[in-house]
């Protein structure tokens, strides 16, 4: 099954983070296109964010490496470092274990598309340090431990 129906993939609207955090990507629209592929090394999912929104909450990886291509419209980077605007046919790039903590905000008036490419590590634990969140083991949790 080389050839992918995306038309056929499940769009996943939203994120699983817990109350508060959830709101600010409450429209971002992914589709598993790695998962529907049958890939396990590594995910690669279409992602559509509607003008106002959040990709996710800022935030940096132990293990996993992500990569951002934008296909349709600019999206904001933000990073440690400020913030950068990606244009179609633009990318961006996060090396596990550096604690660059990114995320992408549409601040445009239309939608942008982009593809979101990143490895899958069982180990992966992320850090969001803007906010009281800790991702590990599939579990949301404080900083302190406690679950959401």
């Not at 959830?22 to 598993?32: C, M």
């Not at 296909?71 to 913030?83: C, F, Q, R, S």
């Not at 179609?88 to 239309?110: L, M, Q, V, W, Y």
Request: a negative charge; glycine letters at 8%; hydrophobic letters at 35%.
């Amino acid at each position: 099954m080389p050839k992918i129906d995306i038309a056929g993939v499940v769009e996943r609207k939203g994120s699983l983070y817990p109350e508060p955090f959830r709101n600010l990507a409450k429209s971002r629209i992914k589709q598993r296109l790695g998962e529907a592929a049958g890939l396990s090394d590594f995910g690669v999912n279409l992602v559509r964010l509607p003008p106002g929104e959040w990709s996710s909450q800022r935030h940096w990886h132990s293990h996993e490496e992500e990569l951002i291509y934008v296909l349709e419209g600019e999206v904001t980077m933000v990073t440690d470092a400020g913030e950068e605007t990606l244009r179609a046919g633009e990318c961006a790039a996060f090396p596990k274990a550096t604690p660059d903590a990114h995320n992408f905000i549409n601040r445009s008036n239309a939608e942008v598309v982009y593809l979101e490419i990143g490895s899958r590590h069982d180990k992966d634990v992320t850090s969001y340090p803007d906010v009281d969140l800790h991702f590990a083991d599939h579990i949301y949790t404080h900083k302190d431990g406690r679950k959401y």
